[in-house]
C-alpha cells in the first residue's frame, strides 16, 4: 500500500516570501500522480498542483511549484510571494496511475497547516 | 469548471438516529464517488469508494452497515449514517470523479450527534 507523509505539521511565512512544504510518499509502482491540495478554514479542498510521474518536469501554477524528485520519492511545493489567502492546511495526496475503480483513490498526506503573517 | 454540491452542510441528530448526506455532482457525470471522513486537524480518511449501480468498496475498519452508501446514478451519491452516536461526530467530505474531470470535492458535512 502507498503512503503519504508530510513531516511538516506547521509552517510559517511572512508575506510576500517563499515557504516550501515537503512531502515524501512510498510506493512500489513506477506510474503515478501526486498531488498538492489546500483546504482553507472554509474547508473546501481546492487542487493546487498536480505531477505525473512519467513527467520529469516539474509542474508550475503561478506562484506554485513543485520540486519532484521520483528516485527520492519526494515531492515538495513552493509557494513564491506568499499571500494571506495561502493560509491554509496543505495535504499531499497520491494516485495510482490507474483510474479504474478503488484503483484511482487518493492516499492523503497529514497535512501541514500554512501560516502566513505580515 | 466541475462542481459538486454536498447538503446538508451541518446537521445535529439525535443519538440513535439516521442521518443522509447527499453528494451530488452538478455539471458531469461522476463514475466514481468517494466518502471521506476528517477528525479536527487531521487528514481526510478514505472510507469507501463507489461505482455507480456497483456496491460501494469500503476502507478496512469500516462498518459497512453503518455507513450505507448509495451510488444509484452518476450524479448522485448518499451516505446513510445508521444509529448514529457521538462517536459518529465528525466532518464528511464526498469527491467525485468523472473520465474527464479530475476529483471534484463538496463542501462537507459537519455531523453532530448529540
Known amino acids: 500500500a502507498q503512503t503519504v507523509t508530510q513531516s511538516q505539521p506547521e509552517m510559517s511565512v511572512q508575506e510576500a516570501e517563499t515557504v516550501t512544504l515537503s512531502c515524501t510518499y512510498d510506493t512500489s509502482e513506477s506510474d503515478y500522480y501526486l498531488f498538492w491540495y489546500k483546504q482553507p478554514p472554509s474547508r473546501q479542498m481546492i487542487l493546487v498542483i498536480r505531477?505525473?510521474?512519467?513527467?520529469?518536469q516539474n509542474a508550475t501554477e503561478n506562484r506554485f511549484s513543485v520540486n519532484f524528485q521520483k528516485a527520492a520519492k519526494s515531492f515538495s511545493l513552493k509557494i513564491s510571494d506568499s499571500q494571506l489567502g495561502d493560509a491554509a492546511m496543505y495535504f499531499c495526496?497520491?494516485?495510482?496511475?490507474?483510474?479504474?475503480?478503488?484503483?484511482?483513490?487518493?492516499?492523503f498526506g497529514t497535512g501541514t497547516r500554512l501560516q502566513v503573517t505580515l | 469548471g466541475a462542481v459538486v454540491s454536498q447538503h446538508p452542510s451541518r446537521v445535529i441528530c439525535k443519538s440513535g438516529t439516521s442521518v443522509k448526506i447527499e453528494c451530488r455532482s452538478l455539471d458531469f457525470q461522476a463514475t466514481t464517488m468517494f466518502w471521506y471522513r476528517q477528525f479536527p486537524k487531521q487528514s481526510l480518511m478514505l472510507m469507501a469508494t463507489s461505482n455507480e449501480g456497483s456496491k460501494a468498496t469500503y476502507e478496512q475498519g469500516v462498518e459497512k452497515d453503518k455507513f450505507l452508501i448509495n451510488h444509484a446514478s452518476l450524479t448522485l451519491s448518499t451516505l446513510t449514517v445508521t444509529s448514529a452516536h457521538p462517536e459518529d461526530s465528525s466532518f464528511y467530505i464526498c469527491?467525485?470523479?468523472?473520465?474527464?474531470?479530475?476529483?471534484?470535492f463538496g463542501s462537507g458535512t459537519r455531523l453532530t450527534v448529540v
Open positions: 469527491s467525485a470523479r468523472g473520465s474527464r474531470h479530475g476529483y471534484t
Open positions: 495526496a497520491y494516485r495510482s496511475f490507474d483510474f479504474t475503480g478503488t484503483a484511482s483513490k487518493l492516499t
Open positions: 505531477q505525473e510521474a512519467y513527467k520529469q
